[in-house]
């Protein structure tokens, strides 16, 4: 098939487009390069452009005559969501909404669509099915849940046919520690208490051990962005007319901030000195996902199970990248 894979130099999408081209489609990168490095994708396939730029969508989309889409071009902040909740809404709904229409005018119906647990708010029920109620406390969960919507109502109304994947904690690197996660500035749990072991910090923050979970940190279901690529191609291959996915990406076990922190300890033998904080601000106590259902319909298995396997992947990216993409 021919991909586009929007925001493919990104962290998931550069993963996602190195297994697509391994399993034959010919994969086009569109990427504007505000967060996407050059260096995560083949040259000779990124094209530098804006998810705003109608126009240019259209033209890229009949020029390789693209069959479907990939959609990753996100801002992912969370806090930075609340205090410019503009930046979230035009780029992440307007942007969206733009590249739908581009596809409806180049007669492109196909979209796998990064969506993710923050469109969950807070469930009180754990894990979480995609029937739990979406009712986001952020206006980066909102921004993800509007779009979901309109692929929902594309998919009625102008037969588009869409794969919702929303994903728990995006974690590890390629095997091959040659493409991983760097952003800036870093905000992820990993990464940062890997930037400990690396001496580029001198302790990692808990924020906050008085939760109500075992050891008081907070739970999350770290999966890898390797097993993300593979459950994005599998539902890439499902796509066609009446089908409309939405579902959990996660591997169903929740590991504590402690607990990782613990890994990260084994995985590179260093001490890393951890600080208890404050909570910070909207973080839910616990987030895991129920994936049986992805895992039934794409015929998914998350191959990353534990945490310390995940951990080691991305140690493997960050030890020899201790600067990232500059490195
Ligand atoms: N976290 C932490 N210290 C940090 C960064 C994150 O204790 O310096 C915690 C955070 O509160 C959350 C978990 O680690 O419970 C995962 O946070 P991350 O930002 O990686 O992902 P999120 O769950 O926000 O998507």
Redesign the pocket.
């Given at each position: 098939m021919n991909v586009l894979v929007v925001g493919g130099a990104g962290y998931i999408g550069s993963h996602a487009v190195r297994l697509l081209t391994r399993a034959g489609h010919n994969t086009w990168v569109y990427d504007n390069l505000v967060f996407g490095h050059p260096q995560a994708v083949p040259q000779a396939r990124l094209i530098e452009g804006d998810l705003l730029d109608r126009r240019r969508l259209v033209s890229v989309m009949r020029e390789h005559e693209i069959e479907a889409v990939m959609h990753f071009a996100a801002f992912a902040f969370?806090g930075e969501s609340v205090v410019d909740p503009a930046k979230y809404y035009q780029n992440n709904v307007v942007g969206s909404l733009n590249l739908l229409e581009a596809m409806r005018e180049a007669g492109v119906l196909k979209i796998v669509f990064s969506s993710t647990?923050?469109t969950y708010g807070e469930p009180k029920v754990m894990p979480i099915t995609e029937d739990v109620p979406q009712r986001p406390i952020n206006p980066y969960g909102f921004s993800k849940l509007v779009v979901e919507q309109a692929l929902a109502d594309y998919a009625l109304a102008y037969e588009f046919s869409y794969a919702a994947l929303r994903y728990f904690?995006a974690a590890g690197a390629s095997p091959q520690g040659d493409i991983g996660e760097d952003h800036d500035p870093e905000?992820?749990?990993?990464p940062?208490?890997l930037q400990v072991a690396l001496g580029q910090r001198s302790h990692?923050?808990?924020?906050?051990d008085d939760y109500p979970t075992p050891d008081g940190?907070?739970i999350?279901d770290y999966v890898h962005v390797d097993d993300l690529a593979t459950a994005h191609l599998a539902a890439l291959e499902q796509l066609g007319p009446g089908v409309a996915l939405k579902l959990n990406l996660g591997t169903g076990r929740g590991a504590s901030?402690r607990e990782?922190i613990e890994a990260c300890r084994r995985v590179t033998g260093h001490k890393i000195p951890a600080e208890v904080?404050l909570?910070?601000p909207g973080?839910p106590p616990e987030?895991v996902a129920d994936s049986t259902l992805a895992q039934s319909t794409l015929s998914w298995q998350p191959q990353y199970t534990d945490i310390e396997s995940i951990v080691s992947t991305a140690w493997g990216w960050h030890s020899k990248h201790p600067r990232g993409y500059r490195s």
């Open positions: 969370v647990t923050a904690n905000t992820h749990l990993i940062l208490v990692i923050t808990i924020y906050g940190t907070c999350r901030v990782v904080g909570r910070r973080d987030l």
